[in-house]
């Protein structure tokens, strides 16, 4: 290994500019980023679970009911899951039969899965299940290990029964039937981020973990002495609804997304107005930013506001990027650019449409808002765009992203659908070193490889005394045309890697070459490193 230092004219700081592209789209008041709806991943959600853990033995769950011969109960002796089950009973004579009975309701379709085990005469004593008196399968034989079963289930009631039935002679195994872990679920689509459709993880937390299988990663607190709790928990609630010890919890991964906010002519609008001194100081780009003047009041009139979260653009919106597009059942009906890079949002298409060519708002480019004023109409037929059936409007820019993180019902607005289109610029702060490797440098070696094998490499070694060998021979590596003798020696190493160091000579980062460099002694070399710092 050999350390060289950076000289000054090898170091250049300097900061890249990248523009990160954006394309979020709104279908059915429900929300997309870039395209995706990245659905992959399913997550259950129970309408009813019962593993029998709870339920004490010997006794039922509360909503399940058994008759025949012999009662079924909650037992010990075999599960699937746990310490329990419900199982027959094992006294159960021949040429009778016992059920067990539970009654369920959905509002929609949904799942039911349980286990099962068996252990009787085969093809003579049955485990079997019914699904509103119907046999849906059957089970038998003396060492049937526990097997799941599945069955979709319609909207409405639906009866469940199991039955264990014995014919009138002979018995097999324990003579006995087991049921466990019963559950009514319904699957709903998940994003493979942990975070809904239209939303980026902040920091990536949870990403393809789930609550049934992996387990979440949750902030969490416990209530001591040094008060500490959390943002979201008020001083009143962590005093008076927290014991000391109680640990409190959060939830995971933090997210962000558009967001979108209306406001009708007069409606308060805090938000708006902690942007009046911004509005105005862009003034100089365009007369279209003034808070108040003759093209209107933006503390007044009607006006549709567009957050955008600086994850999505780095540092800043990158002038001439944005594009709005307004659907009405799948044909354009409206367009904004701001072509001339001034933050004004002009009307560009389609060709010859209402509004075509008029300002309908501003962008500010540095903080990330959409400021929208433009309320002519883009449509004559007019829509529930603000959730109340009784006040339908017809579409213009104030109704752009209806369904954007604004509380409007998924399905409210089938047929309007909007995409947004931007780009931002990042900076990104680079360091660059420029390591050299002159002539007649960086040609020794402490790789065992680089001399000639079969030497005696042990030191010599006394009371008084440690000493490595100096004269080894460094194996020749020139390539010849024979065997022996070889081709005229040359030292020649390979760079493989690169190591950084600071002037402690600690290790900060290492460059690994994706194939290793030979240096020979008359050969310069030149490394470009590149950090992101």
């Known amino acids: 290994m050999t350390f060289k230092k950076f000289e000054s004219k090898d170091i250049l700081y300097n900061v890249l500019e990248t523009n990160p592209e954006q394309k979020i789209q709104v279908y059915n008041s429900e929300m997309y980023l870039n395209n995706e709806p990245r659905t992959s991943l399913e997550k259950p959600v129970y309408s009813y679970r019962q593993n029998f853990e709870n339920t004490a033995i010997g006794s039922l769950p509360s909503g399940w009911t058994t008759y025949g011969d012999l009662d079924w109960q909650v037992t010990g002796s075999d599960y699937y899951d746990g310490d329990r089950s419900a199982g027959s009973n094992p006294d159960l004579a021949d040429s009778q039969a016992t059920s067990l009975v539970y009654t369920a309701s959905v509002d929609t379709s949904e799942t039911l899965t349980f286990w099962w085990k068996v252990s009787s005469e085969t093809n003579f004593d049955f485990l079997r299940f019914y699904i509103d008196e119907i046999q849906q399968d059957e089970v038998s034989g003396p060492s049937v290990p526990w097997e799941q079963k599945t069955y979709s289930l319609p909207a409405g009631t639906s009866n469940f029964r199991w039955e264990y039935s014995k014919d009138g002679s002979v018995t097999a195994g324990d003579d006995a039937a087991w049921i466990d872990d019963v559950r009514?679920?319904?699957?709903?689509?998940?994003?493979?981020t942990g975070v809904p459709t239209g939303f980026v993880s902040l920091f990536e937390l949870n990403v393809d973990r789930s609550e049934e299988t992996t387990g979440l990663i949750y902030p969490f607190v416990t209530k001591g002495s040094s008060l500490v709790g959390t943002k979201t928990v008020s001083t009143t609630s962590f005093n008076t609804d927290f014991l000391y010890g109680d640990v409190i919890s959060g939830s995971y991964p933090l997210s962000s997304s558009i967001k979108r906010d209306f406001y009708q002519l007069g409606q308060a609008r805090p938000e708006v107005d902690a942007l009046k001194n911004t509005l105005n100081n862009y003034i100089i780009r365009s007369s279209q930013y003034a808070y108040s003047s003759s093209l209107g009041n933006k503390a007044t009139q009607p006006l549709n506001l567009i957050s955008i979260p600086s994850i999505l653009f780095g540092s800043s919106l990158k002038p001439t990027s944005f594009e709005l597009n307004f659907y009405i059942s799948g044909t354009l009906i409206g367009t904004l650019k701001d072509e001339s890079g001034n933050g004004e949002m002009i009307q560009t298409g389609p060709e010859g449409s209402t509004?075509?060519?008029?300002?309908?708002?501003?962008?500010?480019?540095?903080?990330?808002?959409?400021?929208?004023?433009?309320?002519?109409?883009?449509?004559?037929?007019?829509?529930?765009?603000?959730?109340?059936?009784g006040n339908l409007r017809e579409p213009s820019w104030l109704y752009f992203g209806v369904g954007a993180n604004d509380g409007t019902p998924a399905g409210t607005i089938p047929s309007s659908s909007y995409a947004m289109q931007m780009k931002g610029i990042n900076k990104i702060p680079t360091l660059t070193m420029f390591a050299h490797a002159d002539k007649g440098e960086m040609n020794h070696s402490n790789n065992p490889t680089y001399i000639t094998f079969g030497q005696d490499t042990n030191p010599s070694t006394g009371s008084y005394v440690y000493a490595e060998p100096t004269n080894l021979s460094i194996k020749n590596i020139?390539?010849?045309s024979y065997a022996d003798p070889t081709g005229s020696f040359q030292k020649t190493t390979y760079i493989s890697k690169i190591g950084i160091y600071d002037e402690d000579k600690n290790l900060l980062g290492i460059a690994t070459m994706a194939t290793p460099i030979k240096k020979t002694q008359n050969r310069d070399l030149t490394f470009k490193l590149k950090l992101d710092i």
Do not use: C
């Open 184 to 192: 009514i679920f319904k699957t709903v689509p998940v994003s493979t």
């Open 478 to 480: 020139v390539s010849s």
């Open 355 to 389: 509004g075509s060519g008029s300002v309908a708002g501003v962008a500010l480019y540095d903080e990330g808002f959409l400021v929208l004023t433009g309320s002519w109409e883009l449509d004559s037929t007019a829509r529930n765009y603000l959730n109340d059936p």
